[in-house]
């Protein structure tokens, strides 16, 4: 089942905070999250695993709470280069390493 | 820094016509996918390739399609009879044990 994320779009000034959450139904065993810019491939920005771990990426870090089967993508002190769409990827029970995608959220950074 | 390399970035064909997307994975990862992503849309799953054989597949991956990784090296996908409604972004994705995916900069096939 594909996990939620919220908000669907946000529009930000340069140097103001986001959070982009990703919700599931199902227990995960981990969580990935992928910035994608237009026209080009995902890349991967950070894995999050079973236990509450709190990753960083420059200023961008992510939480993953299991219990809840939600994870949290923090973007501190936007920059421009940070305009994109966000995607979390989980795997549910999948011993494939097949990730399910969320929707995207859409993030535009403005001077 | 490894990359996955896709080919052709754009193909044209006719409804009805097989065409095969050409995938070369990072050569240290172990698994490999195909996905992929009608225009503004979300990233779906088609099928997870895992030694030598399909470990997964959507429901989308139906009888017109089919995986190989011929030479050890390349991945391709190959639909058969090629339908309008496959006209997407098809990404070819590769992954370590435990790791993140590299995704290629996918083939953007368009049927007419």
């Known amino acids: 089942q594909q996990p939620v994320q919220s908000p669907q779009a946000v529009i930000l000034r340069e140097g103001e905070d986001a959070v982009i959450n990703c919700s599931s139904s199902?227990?995960?065993?981990?969580v990935h999250w992928y910035r994608q810019k237009h026209g080009e491939a995902p890349v991967f920005l950070m894995i999050?695993?079973?236990?509450?771990e709190q990753k960083g990426h420059e200023k961008i870090s992510a939480s993953f709470n299991e219990k809840k089967q939600q994870s949290s993508l923090y973007l501190t002190a936007s920059q421009l280069s940070y305009s994109g769409t966000y995607f979390c990827?989980?795997?549910?029970?999948?011993?494939?390493?097949?990730?399910?995608f969320g929707q995207g959220t859409t993030l535009q950074v403005k001077p | 820094e490894p990359e996955v390399t896709q080919t052709p970035s754009h193909q044209v064909t006719q409804m009805g016509q097989e065409v095969i997307l050409r995938c070369v994975p990072i050569?240290?990862?172990?698994?490999f996918y195909w996905y992929r992503q009608i225009l503004g849309q979300k990233v779906e799953f088609l099928v997870s390739?895992?030694?030598?054989?399909?470990?997964?597949k959507s429901e989308i991956f139906d009888d017109q399609f089919s995986v190989e990784r011929p030479d050890g090296s390349n991945f391709t996908l190959k639909i058969r009879s090629t339908k309008l409604e496959d006209s997407a972004m098809y990404f070819c994705a590769s992954a370590g044990q435990g790791g993140g995916y590299t995704f290629g900069s996918g083939t953007r096939l368009t049927v007419v």
């Open positions: 999050l695993l079973k236990g509450g």
């Open positions: 990827g989980t795997d549910g029970s999948s011993n494939t390493g097949k990730l399910i």
């Open positions: 390739f895992y030694n030598n054989e399909i470990s997964e």
């Open positions: 199902k227990a995960l065993y981990s």
């Open positions: 050569s240290n990862h172990l698994y």
